[in-house]
């Protein structure tokens, strides 16, 4: 093999983008480790970016139940949804343009109101992330005594079904 550092890696970020599966992903690495058998220098020069491209391409391939974490919806999502705006959810089916999800919401302290994104200044409501005026829509009471009941009922609220991927702020998985 008379291929340059440049032309390995370009190789590589191309077979990585070109492969449809977790074998022919795995080829590819078992690929490039053989290079490196051959080459143990161009280890020291390897691009760091080569490693997120693969765990990128990786997670993508991963079967949809796999994928599990976080997402931040935009504000007339969360209200078309009649949910709070961030939630935790398992990724159960993926198109180009939204995921379909099964999901909970999460109740963690913040200042920012998970259901409107105004700011928060009561200390119950920080504690669990929806102010007074939204928390009105689930029923929410603003006890500090009735903490522990407020982080039950936010967390019962779930949703199961498609979100647009143009509705989400921020993803985490």
């Known amino acids: 093999m ?90 159960i089916g993926e198109t180009e343009k939204a995921y379909k999800v099964d999901g909970r919401a999460i109740a963690t302290p913040t200042s920012i109101c998970r259901h409107c994104g105004r700011d928060l200044t009561h200390p119950v409501s920080v504690l669990y992330g929806i102010g007074p005026e939204c928390g009105k829509h689930y029923h929410i009471p603003q006890e500090e005594k009735d903490i522990e009941k407020i982080r039950d009922m936010i967390t019962s609220i779930t949703y199961q079904g498609w979100i647009p991927k143009s509705g989400i702020m921020s993803k985490n998985f």
Request: glycine share 4%.
């Open 2 to 91: 008379n291929m340059t550092e440049l032309e390995i890696y370009n190789k590589f970020e191309q077979d990585v983008a070109k492969a449809d599966n977790l074998q022919k992903l795995e080829d590819v690495g078992n690929w490039l480790a053989g290079i490196f058998l051959i080459k143990p220098e161009y280890k020291d020069t390897l691009r760091i970016d080569l490693g997120n491209i693969y765990k990128t391409k990786w997670r993508k391939l991963q079967p949809n139940q796999q994928k599990r974490g976080t997402i931040y919806l935009q504000k007339w999502l969360a209200v078309k949804m009649e949910t709070p705006r961030e939630l935790e959810v398992a990724i």
